[in-house]
T-cell receptor, first 114, second 114 residues
């Protein structure tokens, strides 16, 4: 079972470059989200989507864009990378955006901006 | 808004020792509470959850009880194993903007030595 698949696993960018982190899930989940994980900060929500065509901002959205054209895919775009965006990024999906719903996480993308 | 505070660690124990990781929360209403675990090099996965006061979540020998009076959800295990070495995150569901989101604590790294 694939679950939530993130690519790439590792990436090094130069300041000012752009890139897209890919996230795909094969569980037909409505709800998808992106988090960043930084030492001592836990996980912070960047953007989320409650269904195809619907996205919204989380806690730390600046510098990131998302779109949700299909149920399966939820890419995260860095428009102009900055060293402050060095982090580990996790994509997650849930069957729905409910209070009792388990989130399923990908294995993460470790991004370094130099 | 809603928030989670957990002991930051790191925590180092010997095999078969008793484990407690403290977690307290601040919330309006009655959120669901979760413990997620992150094994080295992997994404987060749900360990256990509780959806209302006095509920006890349990899985793989771990337990946590939803205590409304003390706003706590402490994680316990009677006898840890080397394979329990991981980072543990306490989380709650937070309803904002019409949908539920997960709010995470900063994580507690557990190392179990043989």
């Amino acid at each position: 079972n694939a679950g939530v698949t993130q690519t790439p696993k590792f990436q090094v960018l130069k300041t000012g470059q752009s890139m897209t982190l890919q996230c795909a899930q094969d569980m037909n989940h409505e709800y998808m989200s992106w988090y960043r994980q930084d030492p001592g900060m836990g996980l912070r929500l960047i953007h989320y989507s409650v269904g195809a065509g619907i996205t919204d901002q989380g806690e730390v959205p600046n510098g990131y864009n998302v779109s949700r054209s299909t149920t399966e895919d939820f890419p995260l775009r860095l428009l102009s990378a900055a060293p402050s965006q060095t982090s580990v990024y996790f994509c997650a999906s849930s069957p729905r955006a409910g209070r009792n719903t388990e989130a399923f996480f990908g294995q993460g993308t470790r991004l370094t901006v130099v | 808004g809603n928030s989670v505070t957990q002991m930051e660690g790191p925590v180092t124990l010997s095999e078969e020792a008793f484990l407690t990781i403290n977690c307290t929360y601040t919330a309006t209403g009655y959120p669901s509470l979760f413990w997620y675990v992150q094994y080295p090099g992997e994404g987060l996965q749900l360990l256990l959850k509780a959806t209302k006061a006095d509920d006890k979540g349990s899985n793989k020998g771990f337990e946590a009880t939803y205590r409304k009076e003390t706003t706590s959800f402490h994680l316990e295990k009677g006898s840890v194993q080397v394979s329990d070495s991981a980072v543990y995150f306490c989380a709650l569901s937070d309803r904002k903007g019409g949908s539920e989101k997960l709010v995470f604590g900063k994580g507690t790294k557990l190392t179990v030595n043989p």
